[in-house]
């Protein structure tokens, strides 16, 4: 029932918070949204914070690092957060069980209920990718109470982007109203 | 030992088993998932268990010893008092968080408020324990048909002058704005979270207070043993009993509980989402899960659901 905290925020501030493996392309998936193209990264230390203006809401991003040593933050961003955004290299095949238990963790352990969880399958523009088919016949998100969907993107090219996050809004604004 | 010795007894020994069940079950939730919520309700219902089991022990040894109280008996029917009592200060931390959610000053004023009445017996009582029996700080609630006496502190009349308005505005404030959030929910799972933890507050406080407030407060309560009896059964029988169960159940609602209360949206969770192909020239594709639409036929599941991808 813990999902019922975000009832009472009349949220002009929604909480966002992006994970996954360090090398997934979290921080460059973020720069794209606000940049609207492509810029070079490094490894994330620590949790970076950037606010995206929307016309009805206002989003504070938590971008995580992936590296291991800063996994232990993780919780407490999660613990609040309205939304979650879970970015999956599709091309680092030899991790995906590996980020998969974390995604599992994270539902299992850290978030509220009924919050919407966007998975992206980054770096679609690698042929050496995962396809979405094959990623879905290998989950199993039955039994977390959330409202998912699984996205193809590239900060790349760009592609995607748009549509997984006019979803990811929707939900969350759904949430708010 | 005669009938009413071995009612407290009994109505004590329920209380403290109720207690361990309901506080077990939300430790089991609170492993499960880690939320300051749940830690919140956790922790008022361990301080319960706590000041039940004191009590409990307290009447048992007291009943055990024949007729007098002894200095460690009311050491610790006293400490269960104080128990008791700092539960309103983490019901309303709960409450707080999850309703409530005053700014921080408010928060320091209730903090402080229930805190330093809390503090001040907390020294007494081991002042007492040295100084032996002081009257000022004790006084016996004889129970003339029965063996066992209750201790209750007196000096907590005073204490008790900034804890009731605290404590009654926190748990007035808790129930009103809930009543209203559940009007305003649409979410009929939620919806029905809410009245559970309206419902399981308001009950949970007014045993208590009920307690409290007619021992240390009206004579007549604290002399006659029907109606002694009878605020013990009550504030087992809501405190204990049906207010912990319905907190627990608003705030974890079990799966069984949503099966119960949902429509068929919650009997069976299958993939029924579509995969999209994007417009134009992109060419990723996309999965959403739509959980309400999907009926008994959609049950095949997801892979039957991935064909339709390239549409
Ligand atoms: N081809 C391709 N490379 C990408 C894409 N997104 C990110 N990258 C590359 O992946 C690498 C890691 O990207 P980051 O965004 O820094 O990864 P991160 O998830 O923030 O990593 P941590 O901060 O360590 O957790 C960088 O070299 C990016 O250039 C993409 O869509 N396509
Ligand atoms: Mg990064």
New interface residues.
Partial sequence: MAFILKLFKKIKQSNVTIAGLDNAGKTAFVNYLIKGTFVPTVPTAGINRETINLPKLQLAVYDLGGQEKFRGLWTQVNEKANGLIYVIDSTDKARFDLTLQILYEILETQVNELIPVLILLHKHDLPERIELEEFLAKTDFTRFNVKWSCFETSAKTGEGIIKAMTWFIKELEAQTQ | MNGFTIFFLVNSDISVLACILFSSSLLAVLI???????LLLWITFLSTTFAEILLGISFHLEALSATTMTTVTEALSYTSYILFASNIVFLYAFGN???L?DNSFIQLVYFVGFVFPLALPVGLIFKNILEFHDPNLYTKVSLTISNLSIVMPVRSIALLAIMGPLGISAFLRIVIKAIR?QRG?K?KI?KE??KY?WQGTFLWYMGYTLLFATLWYIPVFSTNPVLIVIIFMVKLIFSDIIGFLLLYL????PDWLKRRLGTKSWIA???T?E?KV?EKK????????K?EEHTQQQKTG??AV?EV?DK
Avoid: C, H, N, P
């Avoid at chain 2, 499960?32 to 749940?38: A, D, F, N, Y």
């Avoid at chain 2, 608003?250 to 609602?253: C, F, I, P």
């Fill in positions: 499960r998932k880690r939320t300051m919520g749940t968080r999850l309703i959610r959030i929910t979410d939620a979270g809410f933890i608003g705030w974890v609602m969770k299958v993939y989402g995969i994007s992109e060419t990723t594709k996309s999965f959403v899960y959980q997801f892979s991935v991808s």
